[in-house]
């Protein structure tokens, strides 16, 4: 994706943006990209207070850019009291107050449609690691353990799976797109059913678990889904059922989950996000059927550079009064 329109001359004025962040790397190419088409507002940038700097330019801004999880609450967002766009450049919202933002009537974009692909290659990633053992049997390579103990345990086959998706968004329908390609029998349970998904549709989750081998968690974090993969639907999906979570880690209980894999009562794990991260479990650490990652689902040079065409065209085509893309369906 290319940007819709060529740099501004130094003749035209700016539209003027807030840049809503903390200090990173990926914020600060966000940034450059952005000063090429738009009058950047970043607190960061001034020498005064925050608070300052917010009361003298706040009141006037009409597009708000969040980068990455920068908490962005209700309080902040009133001090904005013209703002109709908000540019989220993630995935999930769960750090922006979207009660807030739908009672004002603001529009919010997310970044799902640049991340999806990446996200969903990880996500199969992480399943087929669990079934086939690839990181535990890289470790019983590397550790010296192959000639001493000749052969390693068999993994499980991937293909005839029936495989659960829990919110079929962009990632969900990407992630069942791939599995279904490779065999797999796919299902999902989302806020409504999708009139253009094949796949069998149940209301919830609890039955979508009893009905699949393995599931993969990958909706929005919000006040209802707060723990929607609970000890009953775990246990639901049996003891060699899988588990996979690459959306946010509040979204499984996790707690219940490490009980549930210490005892063998759930066949394995692939998590890329955790409750409490960056901690995580110790307990999880010497389990051989769980797959571990830091949060790098959407991180590769190729969705940094997709999030940021993103970001940037749909803030040309927010002030061109120009139809926006990826924008978030509020409940």
């Keep these: ?52 700097f917010l009361a003298s330019h706040a009141h006037s801004v009409r597009a708000l850019v969040c980068a990455v999880l920068t908490p962005l609450t209700a309080e902040t967002l009133e001090l904005f009291p013209s703002l109709h766009l908000l540019v989220g450049t993630s995935s999930g919202l769960d750090h922006v107050d979207l009660d807030y933002c ?20 990880h996500a199969v990633t992480l399943l087929i690691d669990v079934l086939r ?34 919110g079929l968004g962009t990632i969900g329908f990407q992630t ?48 209802e889904t707060y723990h929607i ?15 996979v979570n690459v959306g946010r880690g509040p979204l499984i209980d996790e707690a219940r989950m490490v009980e549930l894999l210490v005892q063998g009562n759930l066949g394995g794990a692939g998590l890329d996000v955790f409750e409490h991260e960056p901690k995580v479990p110790k307990e999880l650490f010497g389990l051989d059927n769980v797959v571990l990652s830091p949060h790098c689902a959407v991180i590769t040079p190729e969705s940094f550079q997709a999030v940021q065409d993103l970001t940037v065209n749909n803030l ?14 509020f409940q």
């Design 102 to 121: 739908r009672r004002r009537g603001i529009t919010v974009t997310n970044a799902s449609v640049a991340f999806a692909e990446d996200v969903a290659d």
């Design 133 to 166: 053992r690839i990181s535990a049997a890289d470790r019983f390579v590397r550790s010296g353990s192959w000639p001493v103990k000749g052969d390693y345990p068999l993994g499980s086959k991937l293909r005839g799976r029936r495989v659960g998706i829990v």
């Design 176 to 223: 069942a797109k791939r599995l279904a390609s490779l065999g797999c029998l796919i299902s999902y349970t989302s806020r409504s059913k999708k009139p253009s998904a094949s796949f069998a549709y149940y209301p919830d989750v609890l039955e979508l678990a009893s009905n699949s081998d393995a599931l993969i968690v990958c909706c929005p974090l919000t006040q």
């Design 1 to 52: 994706m290319s940007d819709n329109s060529t740099c501004s001359s130094p003749m035209e004025e700016l539209h003027p943006i807030f840049l809503h962040h903390l200090p990173s790397s990926f914020s600060v190419l966000l940034k450059t990209r952005l000063q090429a088409h738009f009058h950047v507002l970043d607190p960061c940038d001034s020498a005064e207070p925050v608070s300052s």
């Design 229 to 243: 993969i609970n000890e009953e639907v775990m246990r639901a999906l049996g003891k060699r059922g899988v588990v």
């Design 316 to 329: 040309i085509a927010f002030f061109a009064n120009k139809p926006l893309v990826s924008v978030v369906q």
